[in-house]
C-alpha cells in the first residue's frame, strides 16, 4: 500500500457516523482529485490521556463498525491504533493496517500481535527515540507476519513540552529499517501536557513542517484534521482544519514534482 506516496488522515479519535463519514468522504475526493493514495485513520480509542476524565472514543466494537461504515460510504481504506494485544486480532478483522502508538512502540507484544494478523503496521516512533532504534520494532512486527511495515516519525522530545523534528531522520530510517518513513505533521507540532494537563499545539507550523519533510523525502503525510479543531473531544489544538487540507496537498504535491520526486 505504501509504495506510492501516501497520506494517512483523519479525525484523532472516531466521533459520530455524521462526522466521521463527511470526513472520509473529503478525503475520498481529494484522493480522486489530486491521484493521491489516502488512508482514513482514526481511534476507538485514546488509551493515554493525561486526565482520567478525558473523552476516549467509542470503545473497540462500537469503533470498528464505525470504521466499517467509513470505509463502505468511501471506499477508502482505514487505519486504527491498537494498545494491548488482544486488541490486534479484533481491530486487524476490520482494518486494513494497524498502528502501533509512539508511546509503545516497544511494547513486544503489542507489536508481535499486530504482525501476527498479517495487516499492514504503522509503527510511530517513540518521541525519545533515535531513527535506528526502530528497526528492532520494525524487525519485530515482520517476524510475526505483518504484511508491510512503515515507521511514522512524529518529533523527538528536547526538553520539556517540546518536540522538534530532525530532518535526517527519514533517509535514516529508510537506511536502518527498510520501510517508508512517514511524516506525522500534526502530532509534530504538539506542545505535550502544557494545556492544564492537556496537549497543546502550534498547528501555524504544519505547513512548514510538511514542507520541508516532503523536501527531505519523507514517504506520506500523516494528519490529523477536522471540519472544527476547536471542537474536536481529542487534540484539537495541533489538527489541521479540513478546509485548509486542500492547499496543503497541492503545495506538497507541486513541491515534489519541482524536486523530481513525482508519484508513479
Not at 481529494?30 to 493521491?36: D, P
Not at 488512508?39 to 469503533?63: H, T
Not at 499492514?120 to 535506528?132: C, D, L, S, T, Y
Not at 496537549?199 to 500523516?222: Q, Y
Request: glycine share 10%.
Amino acid at each position: 500500500m505504501f509504495e506510492r506516496f501516501t497520506l494517512i488522515a483523519g479525525p484523532c479519535v472516531l466521533e459520530d457516523d455524521a462526522l466521521n463519514v463527511r470526513v472520509g468522504r473529503e478525503l475520498a475526493r481529494l484522493s480522486a482529485t489530486l491521484g493521491l493514495p489516502v488512508v482514513f485513520k482514526a481511534s476507538f480509542d485514546k488509551a493515554n490521556r493525561s486526565k482520567l476524565e478525558a473523552p476516549r472514543g467509542p470503545g473497540l466494537e462500537v469503533g470498528l463498525e464505525a470504521l466499517e461504515r467509513v470505509r463502505g460510504e468511501t471506499g477508502l481504506p482505514v487505519l486504527t491504533d491498537v494498545h494491548e494485544p488482544w486488541q490486534a486480532e479484533r481491530a486487524g478483522a476490520v482494518v486494513d493496517v494497524l498502528q502501533i502508538p509512539a508511546f509503545l512502540c516497544r511494547q513486544t507484544d503489542l507489536l508481535v500481535a499486530a504482525g501476527a494478523t498479517g495487516r499492514i503496521v504503522n509503527v510511530k516512533k517513540g518521541q525519545w527515540m533515535a531513527p535506528e532504534e526502530m528497526s528492532h520494532a520494525v524487525g519485530k512486527a515482520r517476524a510475526a507476519g505483518a504484511s508491510e511495515v512503515c515507521v511514522t516519525e512524529r518529533g523527538t522530545f528536547f526538553g520539556y513540552g517540546n518536540l522538534v523534528v530532525d530532518m535526517r531522520s527519514f533517509a535514516r530510517i529508510r537506511a536502518a529499517c527498510g520501510v517508508p518513513a512517514i511524516f506525522d505533521g500534526t502530532h509534530s507540532v504538539q506542545r505535550p501536557g502544557l494545556a492544564d494537563g492537556a496537549s497543546g499545539g502550534d498547528p501555524e507550523h504544519i505547513p512548514s513542517l510538511v514542507a520541508a519533510a516532503v523536501a527531505a523525502g519523507c514517504d506520506g503525510l500523516f494528519l490529523e484534521t477536522h471540519p472544527e479543531p476547536t471542537r474536536a473531544p481529542s487534540d484539537g489544538p495541533n489538527m489541521l482544519p479540513l478546509d485548509r487540507l486542500p492547499e496543503l496537498l497541492e503545495r506538497v504535491l507541486a513541491l515534489r514534482a519541482t524536486a523530481g520526486v513525482v508519484t508513479p
